[in-house]
Each structure stands twice: as structure tokens, then as C-alpha cells.
T-cell receptor
């Protein structure tokens, strides 16, 4: 089955810095890659996604890049703010069931 | 997108009892999923529930322990039966949005369960 590796497990940055979270996947048939943000006490919220026919997608301060050849995709958050502090999950989907990474705890220090 | 609500939001239960979690969606969806998230961990799929058919369980999860109902296209329940402390977890309902991008998946707020 699909295997998704996510790094780092914890990321601590100063407010205003950029944050990058990376994921690799194993199934070359995977074609959809969503990212979720989970705040304390809440369910995961879809923040951005990318499909395999696109190499990069941007939405204000967040962007996702995809390298299908290398089978990795990354989440980029610029000008981080304390409210960006949360756990971020990547996922990879080939069949109808996505596989999730183990999560990255992002801490933004004011 | 889809707006998902879950009841209860949290509960504390005694071992040996059962708890039924409800999931309500604001639109009709074909596929609904139930996940478990243990503290500090990722999301583990329990089962997929499609309306009009039996739920499909993932490896390590059985119907006797986690019976699921899916009576219509906007509602599902998950029961955690004969609970033990190991069942303490967050249980998440998820749906796949219908429409152009069918593979978009959304999550409910979760049910936080503590078993004593």
C-alpha cells in the first residue's frame, strides 16, 4: 500500500519567518495531495491541495509544490503568524482512500 | 465544501459500556468515513460507510467492535462497543465532497472519548 513520510515532526519558527514541511510518497499512481491543518480541540481542516497535473499552487501565504518524478510534495508558509501554530498533515491519494502523514507540529513564536 | 457536525463533542465513559457517535452533513454525500486519532498521532481509517451497503472495515477493525449505520446520504453513526481504556481517542467523521472534485475530503470536529 501507499506509504507517506512527513518531516519534520516538530517545527519551531519565529513570527514572520517561513516554514516548510515536506512529504514523500511511494505510490506512483497517486494523483491528489491535500494538506490539512488541525488546531487544538478541532478536526482537520483542508487548507490547500494539489493535483498531479500541476507543479505548484499558491493561496495567499501558503503554497504547495509537487515533484512527481521524485515523489515528494511540500507545504510552504510565508510570513508566519502565531495563529499558524497547529498540527499539519499531508496526504496522498491514488485509490479512493488517502494515506496521511504522521503530522508536523508547527509552533510560531511571537 | 461540506459542513459536518458530530455529537457528542466529548464524553467520559466507563469500561464495558458502549457509545454511539452521530455524524450529520449539510449536504448529500456518497462516501463517509470514520477515523480514529490517538493523542499526538495521525489519522487511522476505521471504515468506509456508503449509503445502502455494509460498511467496509480496515485491517484491525471489526464490525462487532465498531458497528456503523448509514441510513441516508447525510447521516451516519459509529458505535464503540464494550469499551476499554485503549479506546480512548478522538473519533472523526469525514466525507468526500460530491461534484467536480470528488476526491476532496472534509472532516468533522471530532468526538473526544475518554474511557475509565
Amino acid at each position: 500500500g501507499e506509504n507517506v513520510e512527513q518531516h519534520p515532526s516538530t517545527l519551531s519558527v519565529q513570527e514572520g519567518d517561513s516554514a516548510v514541511i515536506k512529504c514523500t510518497y511511494s505510490d506512483s499512481a497517486s494523483n491528489y495531495f491535500p494538506w490539512y491543518k488541525q488546531e487544538l480541540g478541532k478536526g482537520p481542516q483542508l487548507i490547500i491541495d494539489i493535483r498531479s497535473n500541476v507543479g505548484e499552487k499558491k493561496d495567499q501565504r501558503i503554497a504547495v509544490t509537487l515533484n512527481k518524478t521524485a515523489k515528494h510534495f511540500s507545504l510552504h508558509i510565508t510570513e508566519t503568524q502565531p495563529e499558524d501554530s497547529a498540527v499539519y498533515f499531508c496526504a496522498s491519494r491514488g485509490s479512493y482512500i488517502p494515506t496521511f502523514g504522521r503530522g508536523t507540529s508547527l509552533i510560531v513564536h511571537p | 465544501s461540506a459542513v459536518i457536525s458530530q455529537k457528542p463533542s466529548r464524553d467520559i465513559c466507563q469500561r464495558g459500556t458502549s457509545l454511539t457517535i452521530q455524524c450529520q452533513v449539510d449536504s448529500q454525500v456518497t462516501m463517509m468515513f470514520w477515523y480514529r486519532q490517538q493523542p499526538g498521532q495521525s489519522l487511522t481509517l476505521i471504515a468506509t460507510a456508503n449509503q445502502g451497503s455494509e460498511a467496509t472495515y480496515e485491517s484491525g477493525f471489526v464490525i462487532d467492535k465498531f458497528p456503523i449505520s448509514r441510513p441516508n446520504l447525510t447521516f451516519s453513526t459509529l458505535t464503540v462497543s464494550n469499551m476499554s481504556p485503549e479506546d480512548s481517542s478522538i473519533y472523526l467523521c469525514s466525507v468526500e465532497a460530491s461534484g467536480r472534485f470528488q476526491e476532496t475530503q472534509y472532516f468533522g470536529p471530532g468526538t473526544r472519548l475518554l474511557v475509565l
